[in-house]
């Protein structure tokens, strides 16, 4: 069984530029989460969603991130307008049942210039 | 909020040693997981542990969950170069439910052959 994939694995783009992450978790979970892993603050979570729906966005940095999932087997991570401090690595993550045993992608590596 | 301490932060050892780091926490957990994050790709879960005093094992690797629903330890026998990587704790809280996962800041492993 395919594990989760992210794509693109990495994305160097300009300040201001919107950025869009892509995520599909293992077929059969029902909960998607959105990490950030930087060296200075580890993994930290920003999102997570149960069937689709978002549970808890608190995580999220400021308004200018947002995350979808319009089905269970697609989520979206938007960045926009993008700043150098967003330089990291994102996770997303899935699980069957809830927060125990979750599956993390390879990550995407967002440079912002 | 809730925080884990892992130790040590890095260790260097030779191939055919012993490694064991542990996990601390302020409060109880209900949870503990171990991850191992190879360089450029997402945490790996390697054990999982539900219940106080568990003992689990996955090949050289040995887990524990304290008896004080504190800490926990990961303990990984005869060290191979494949070993090398950031090894996280990740507990989650007594609050029932969907509870976040709190990470720890992780142990950077080195292995000298």
């Known amino acids: 069984d395919a594990g989760v994939i992210q794509s693109p694995r990495h994305e160097v783009t300009e300040m201001g530029q919107e950025v869009t992450l892509r995520c599909k978790p293992i077929s059969g979970h029902d909960y998607l989460f959105w990490y950030r892993q930087t060296m200075m603050r580890g993994l930290e979570l920003l999102i997570y969603?149960?069937?689709?729906?978002?549970?808890?966005d608190s995580g999220m940095p400021e308004d200018r991130f947002s995350a979808k999932m319009p089905n269970a087997s697609f989520s979206t991570l938007k960045i926009q307008p993008s700043e150098p401090r967003d330089s990291a690595v994102y996770f997303c993550?899935?699980?069957?049942?809830?927060?125990?045993?979750?599956?993390f992608g390879p990550g995407t590596r967002l440079t912002v210039l | 909020g809730q925080q884990l301490n892992q130790s040590p932060q890095s260790m260097f050892i030779q191939e055919g040693e012993d490694v064991s780091m542990n996990c601390t926490s302020s409060?109880?957990?209900?949870?503990w997981l171990w991850y191992k994050q190879d360089p450029g790709e997402g945490p790996v879960l390697l054990i999982a542990l539900y219940k106080a005093g568990e003992l689990t094992s996955n090949g050289r690797l040995t887990a524990q969950f304290g008896i004080t629903r504190k800490d926990s330890f990961l303990n990984i026998s005869a060290s191979i170069p494949s070993d090398v990587g950031i090894y996280f704790c990740?507990?989650?809280?007594?609050?029932?439910?969907?509870?976040?996962?709190?990470f720890g800041k992780g142990t950077r492993l080195s292995v000298i052959a």
């Open positions: 993550a899935s699980s069957e049942g809830g927060f125990n045993e979750q599956f």
């Open positions: 409060s109880i957990f209900n949870t």
């Open positions: 990740a507990g989650q809280g007594l609050n029932s439910g969907n509870t976040p996962l709190v």
């Open positions: 969603f149960n069937n689709n729906v978002p549970i808890d």
